[in-house]
Nanobody, 121 residues
Framework: QVHVVESGGGSVQAGGSLRLSCAAS????????MGWFRQAPGKERERVAI????????FYASSVKGRFTISRGNDENTVTLQMTSLQPEDSAMYYC??????????????WGQGTQVTVSS
């Protein structure tokens, strides 16, 4: 059974930083990509960042480019999201998505339960 687990959320003041981690397990196929998405109350889930395991590459939403950095973790099938210069509009539940097969990395096959990020002004 595939598991996707996020960690590292919390509360921070505007201008601060947080680091999120995501670990996937329970499968033997290759990881195509892992990424982060977020959803604020009353809003749709939106893309944040993607790390492509096969072939390499990172992609960011325009709203976070230059402030957030996604990277591969030291452990197998893990990614981290370093978030800097956080603003109140970054407050949301952050979800990690896992893509195991062909297709868009922005359309994960599996999701974690989410970790809350709250930025106060």
């Amino acid at each position: 059974q595939v598991h996707v687990v996020e960690s590292g959320g919390g509360s921070v003041q505007a201008g601060g930083s947080l680091r999120l981690s995501c670990a996937a397990s329970g499968y033997t196929s290759s990881t195509r990509c892992m990424g982060w998405f977020r959803q604020a109350p009353g809003k749709e889930r939106e893309r944040v960042a993607i790390f492509v395991f096969i072939g390499g590459g990172t992609f960011y939403a325009s709203s976070v480019k230059g402030r957030f950095t996604i990277s591969r973790g030291n452990d197998e099938n893990t990614v981290t999201l370093q978030m800097t210069s956080l603003q109140p509009e970054d407050s949301a539940m952050y979800y990690c998505g896992l893509k195991l097969e062909d297709g868009s990395c922005w359309d994960p096959n599996f999701w974690g339960q989410g970790t809350q990020v709250t930025v106060s002004s």
